[in-house]
């Protein structure tokens, strides 16, 4: 079974489908799976609200997919769940020496056969075969006809997501609306519930997106001293109204519908003529990996662009089921390699797709990049929000500079141009062999309020801070 999971996130349509697949990979929903290793074929019955059982079929050669199911993502979370429990757990699936009758009707409607190489012939096999020549006409216009009909749905799926969106962004207006009236330190004390509410709602109007951000704001605001908490609270909220403001000016930009509602596959992006290429050396800064709410686990990866003379970064995003587990990572912090990225097309490209790799390299120190003069540390910070204001982790390279504890025991990363005197807090818990050292460069994601530390460079090499 010649599948795992990239092929099938790659598949999705949406991350509202990978996760609610992952509710549905367990053996108990499953009454019947079955393969056929000859056919190249896995399919299954899972039970549903209704009395009868969704049939699901997979081609696991091409990837091509049928299911019973009345939803009109493609593919739905059915043809998922089977591909996700054929590439976790394929002794699942019982081996079959035969179809069964409606999986050989789907074949039989899918595959045609090889055409063959016409003869000359008189007489009434020539009558015959113009005949024959006119129905395939016949079926070209037919199909031309079809195609133009799944256009013209597909225009009409794409208009209504859009007024469901447009819908639940209003229902968003008036909910952060609610929450200043209420005043900013009960939003904090009930976030959780409160934005578990809103979430729900815009999964309902197929902003999936926007809704899984939304279920985070309660862990981010919990991960600051409660006296930053409503600051937070008023940033994460002026994030969504400037988001959602962007989106309805430009609904179809793919950014804005990328972190709204649902985004582009992955080979769409590759295929791009317009999408940013980068052919450089890179290397891998560090990870973060989050367990959301919605059942998903977000893995990123961030890396550093080595022959650049200014800090550039990309993102290496990836969702996957929780119920999945820990997955082997493709890269570990420090590894080094060339490659050629695209880039999601955006108004500040971080997130990156690898297209090609062309082999490893041995590590090495960071180039000495250009920090500028004045050297803040939060220009880069500043240029992205006047881009992209609703961004919420911005990567930074911070020039020299020190960690230190202040009397509270919070860690502070500390500027060594000393009149300058800037300072920023440190999210969660440092290595106390880390005090005081003197770090030529770090790398480090800012979300407004807090660092979280990558890696640095000292006087004994590379650091792993994440």
Known sequence: MEFDLKTIEALAPDQASLSAASKLTKRTNWPRLEKHEQQALIWGECQGSGSNPYRVVVDTGDHGYKCTCPSRKFPCKHTLALMWIAATAPASFAAANTTPEWVNDWLGRRRKTTPQPAQPVPGAEAKRIGEAAQADESTAVEDIAAEERR?????????????????????????????????LSGFVDASSDRCRRIAARLVDMKAAALAGRIDEIPSRLMGLRSEERSDAAIRELGKLVLLAKAWRAAPDDPELKRLVSTSEPREQVLSSPDARQVESLWEVLGEKIESRRDGLVSHSTWLLDLKSATPQFALLLDFFPASAGRRSNAFAPGDRFNARL????????????????????????????AFGTAKDPLATHASHQDAAPWIADCPLMLPPGAILLDDRGTAWWQAEDEPQGIALPIAGAVDQTLLGLDLAATAALWNGARLELLAAQSEFGRLDLA
């Not at 962004?169 to 009236?181: G, K, M, T, V």
């Open 342 to 369: 695209v880039f999601y097309p955006s108004r500040m490209p971080l997130r990156a797709l690898v297209a090609e790799r062309t082999g490893e390299v041995a590590p090495g120190a960071w180039p000495d990049f």
């Open 151 to 183: 256009e013209a749905a597909q225009r009409k799926r794409a208009e209504s997501t859009r007024e469901a969106v447009s819908a639940g962004l209003d229902e968003l207006d008036q909910w952060i609306a609610d929450q200043l009236r209420l005043g």
